[in-house]
């Protein structure tokens, strides 16, 4: 009786971070997260086997993140950080909206472009500022409009670049062919418009072209990657909602899933996170 109510305890205080994205990229957010907030436990999932959203509809987009988002609520979530600016552009407010009051009203979904937008006036000097995203996010004008908010002296120029999530799920985004790809989207970029100071990697992906886009761009562009900031907010967001943050549990674990093969999946997302990974295949 006594081990049955401990193990009932256990599994009732079970309940990580959510953090879902299409496929790898969510693992840079993750990674920034973790390196911050040490203390909570975190479930991640990527769907893998749909990846990439980057070109599929509004509809498709958000089916596919309301499925992931429900499949973490029931494995004990109540706060989900949805870290792909495509979900968050085309699917976080409906399901911030209509669907949390209905599934339930207490937890929480965060997105990754607000972040971001809220303090790009700070690291412009220029007053211009550079997205690279995917065709879905870019087409969402979603970073114009955030931005616009907080900074509505800023001139946004965005570019789609729609081979870097295929490059990278498959590993080819360091091949001589892959920098080609890289180098002409980041070129054409600042061809549209030559005073941006300031160019924001908006798909969660791309962190891990970070150091190749610097060193291709000229040395007074920042390339931002959206990690740190999502940490610290989400660290500020804990702090404001103590009512949220209790319900976090705290024994530093870190599990992850995927709809695409486990051992694919373990070889890849240890690239990103350079720890090693056991992952577990599940069908949304
Ligand atoms: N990581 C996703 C993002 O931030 C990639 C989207 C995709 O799967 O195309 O947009």
């Not at 001139?155 to 990278?168: F, R």
């Not at 992906?205 to 040395?219: A, G, T």
Request: charged share 25%; hydrophobic share 40%; with cysteine.
């Amino acid at each position: 009786m006594v081990t049955l109510f401990c193990i009932f305890e256990l599994v009732k205080k079970y309940a990580p971070i959510g953090v879902f994205d299409s496929g790898y990229g969510g693992l840079t957010i993750l990674s920034e997260i973790q390196k911050r907030l040490p203390q909570y436990d975190y479930l991640y999932l990527g769907d893998n086997a749909r990846a990439p959203y980057g070109t599929r509809s509004f509809d498709v987009v958000y089916e596919f993140t309301l499925e992931g988002v429900n499949e973490l609520f029931a494995r004990g979530c109540e706060l989900v950080i949805i870290a792909c600016n495509t979900a968050s552009a085309k699917a976080l407010r409906t399901i911030q909206q209509k669907n949390l009051p209905l599934i339930d009203p207490e937890k929480r979904v965060l997105g990754v472009i607000r972040p971001s937008t809220e303090i790009i006036g700070e690291l412009t000097k220029t007053k211009h500022v550079g997205i690279l995203a995917t065709e879905g996010t870019v087409k969402s004008l979603s970073y114009p409009i955030e931005i616009q908010k907080f900074s509505p002296e800023t001139i946004v120029t965005q570019h789609a670049c729609s081979m870097w999530v295929p490059l990278i799920e498959n590993g080819k985004h360091a091949t001589e062919a892959g920098q080609m790809f890289i180098k002409e989207d980041v070129e054409l970029l600042l061809q549209k418009d030559d005073k941006i100071d300031v160019i924001i990697l908006g798909c969660t992906h791309y962190p891990i072209l970070k150091s190749y886009i610097e060193s291709i761009v000229p040395s007074h562009v920042k390339v931002i990657a959206q990690g740190g900031i999502i940490a610290e907010k989400l660290e500020d967001y804990l702090v404001r909602h103590p009512e949220m943050e209790v319900k976090c549990s705290k024994n530093g674990t870190t599990h992850f899933l995927t709809t695409e093969n486990s051992e694919g999946f373990n070889k890849r997302a240890s690239l990103f996170l350079h720890q090693e990974i056991k992952s577990e295949h599940i069908k949304l």
